[in-house]
């Protein structure tokens, strides 16, 4: 380097510099675009994970029953309800259909124990659905666990 001129190793140093600061702008630049496709791949990921978690409510329907309610101040009051109950999985749903007619039984027994003043009260139906959903705490059957019923949701209420 003795032989060059002063302004050509300024030039070498200058073109050395700019050949150094080229490289890493060319390594940011790549480490950018691959962190972008990771994290859109990440989002692709969150997005498909979000679509499974969400699943259609699973429901069993209650047929409408006609239960006689306790005598009042008008005498003796009909209910005429349908219901139908979300539960957790489809094991539950099974359980359910199985049991119908255990279900229909418990839900006339509690039914019948409420009075036509109760059940019309601002609070009643949603104290009722609270008591029915109380029914599910005991297994249907000895061999069965209690059915997993999340919600009641009333498809048909007369008070007369």
């Not at 699943?55 to 309800?81: C, H, K, S, W």
């Not at 109950?85 to 509690?110: C, K, N, W, Y």
């Amino acid at each position: 380097m003795a032989n060059f001129p002063s302004a050509s190793r300024t030039l070498i140093w200058l073109v050395a510099l700019l050949i150094v600061v080229l490289s890493l702008l060319s390594v940011a630049n790549l480490y950018l675009l691959l962190d972008s496709r990771d994290a859109e791949e990440t989002a692709d990921e969150a997005a498909e994970e979000t679509e499974v978690q969400r699943q259609n409510p699973i429901f069993v329907n209650v047929g409408p029953m006609t239960v006689n309610l306790g005598a009042d101040e008008y005498g003796q009051r009909l209910l005429y309800a349908g219901l139908s109950l979300r539960v957790a999985d489809e094991e539950t749903q099974e359980q359910l259909t199985t049991h119908m007619p255990e279900i229909h039984s418990r839900l006339l027994i509690l039914l019948s124990s409420h009075s036509a003043s109760e059940l019309t009260a601002p609070d009643g139906k949603e104290e009722l659905a609270s008591d029915i959903l109380a029914l599910f705490d005991e297994p249907l059957a000895p061999t069965w666990p209690p059915p997993s019923v999340e919600a009641v949701f009333f498809t048909d209420f007369i008070v007369q």
